[in-house]
């Protein structure tokens, strides 16, 4: 065979084999470097399993969120079924809460909101912990203000009580109200969470920290991967 022909057959070769060679290398091996978000909150050991490279590898069930019953600005009923198939993005406030870090808060809910206003898979919430005071009457003006659109960005108020078990037991976030000298004062984490679509708690971040929103910006996009990938999956 002539050296002319050998060079063509190679290249020919190389040609058919990059491409799969490519496909390998983000598809499987690309799997293997994504790393997936964190799971936060108690987990415990499933009696299904799922299999991987051949093997049988029991499921873990991570901690979600209960469901709940409050009331947003426009005074309509929200449950988890209106956030159904959706990412969310969740901070607390309240509206009596003239300072630093609740418009700092505010102000970065806000340019989330406009950078994936656009982005059907992806909604924020604001929960206010002065459910005596953040009636809807009183959401309403305050939601005006802050741009925040009902289904797109929820401030949503409810019982007391639930409200705050909600805060402590499901989010598992500090939020504390006392008195002092006849004033209600406030305690809480200045914090966003990150919820996957299952309910479950993918992050945690400053609110007055620029580094942890940027972190926040780029974990959302992390777990809009994922949620593609699971649908991709079938999962």
Known sequence: MK?????KILILVSILAVPGFLYYELVEQGKNRYKPLPFFGPKKVASTFHSKRGKQIPDT????????RFINQQADTVKWKNYEGKIIVLNLFYTTGNNYAVEFANKAMSVYTNTY???????FIGLSIDPITDAPAKLLPYAEKLKAK????DLLTGDSTEVYNWINKGLYIDAQQHFEKGERKFIYSNLFVLLDPQHRIRG???ATNQEALSKLDDE???????ELRNVRDGR
């Open 3 to 7: 050296l002319a022909s050998i060079k």
């Open 61 to 68: 069930i991570y901690h979600q969120l209960p469901d709940f």
């Open 117 to 123: 206003r656009k982005n059907p898979l992806i909604h």
């Open 150 to 153: 009902a289904g797109k960005w």
């Open 204 to 206: 945690y971040y400053d």
């Open 220 to 226: 959302i996009k992390v777990l809009v991967a994922e």
